[in-house]
């Protein structure tokens, strides 16, 4: 109660729209504290300071707890990476909106986006137990911070990370479809899967290298019906970051696989492996397939690019991290 006294006072000395630092104006502030008195729970509550000023012990901290929930289960860490990636795969470099900056996913509207299916019942709640333990880290950063350790974790590459991503409002969600699909256009892969990518990624500032590196992560997980519709693993190994989705996408027989669901290949009829239309278009158009052949060749190399490139994902349109 003193404090939104204290608040209450601050905000009627101050012009309407005058900052206070940390995103605060006398609306903001205004809006809080009438909300509050009347017992309201704001979504769009007052902006989090930066996470910068975290002390390192907590950081370290949060990571032992991810590393811990990922080794009662590996299953859980390509589920992290997923919501890494999809936390920051909302970005446009054009409007300079969207991406991991704001943690905007742990919002309902955000995870009703397609894209977005079972992330509300898997990898949200489970960063959101160890964000009340850290509760100093921002979403944002504890959601990149989880791609980061699982990818390591699970035997992929060390990912640079850096802390400093302030959570934002729901008026900061971006709208659905930034989000790339497994298949556009016909059924099956074509050109216009390729050129969806493309669209997809450029629009975040990627080239056609750092597109093919990021599908690498696709070693990792599975494809579930209740989520995407889409069903089963890419590789034998699935909790293993390794090079086999190039090998594999390289060279099995991939043929479409007949069941009610949508298309999707397998690998031989009846084959316990599947890849999605949008997989099957890198192999498909020749400047894709370029990579394609130098990661299934090079497993040090597609270690390295990829690193680079989803340390890139998750700073996208963030400043001053540290």
Known sequence: MYFRSVLL?????????????FGLTRRSVMKEVVATSAGITLTTSLPRPSSAAVPSSEIEGAKTEIVNLIKSDPNKGPTLIRLAWHSSGTYSKLSKDGGPSGGTIRFKDELLHGGNAGLAVTAVPWMGKIHSKHPQISYADLYTLGGAVAVETLGGPKIPWRQGRNDAGEDSITPDGR?????????????????HLRDIFYRMGFDDKGIVALSGAHALGRCHTTASGYDGPWSPTPTTFNNSYFTLLSSVNWTPREWNGPFQYENGKGGTLMMLPSDIALIEDP??????????????????????????????????LA
């Open 9 to 21: 006072l601050l905000a009627t000395l101050l012009p309407l729209s005058m900052s206070w630092g």
């Open 179 to 195: 989000l790339p699909n497994a298949d556009v256009g016909p059924a099956g892969a074509d050109k216009s899967d390729a050129q």
């Open 287 to 320: 400047k894709f397939k370029k990579w394609v052949d130098v990661y299934a060749q090079d497993s040090d190399r597609f270690f390295g690019d990829f690193s680079d490139s989803f340390s890139k994902l998750m700073e996208l349109g963030c400043n001053n």
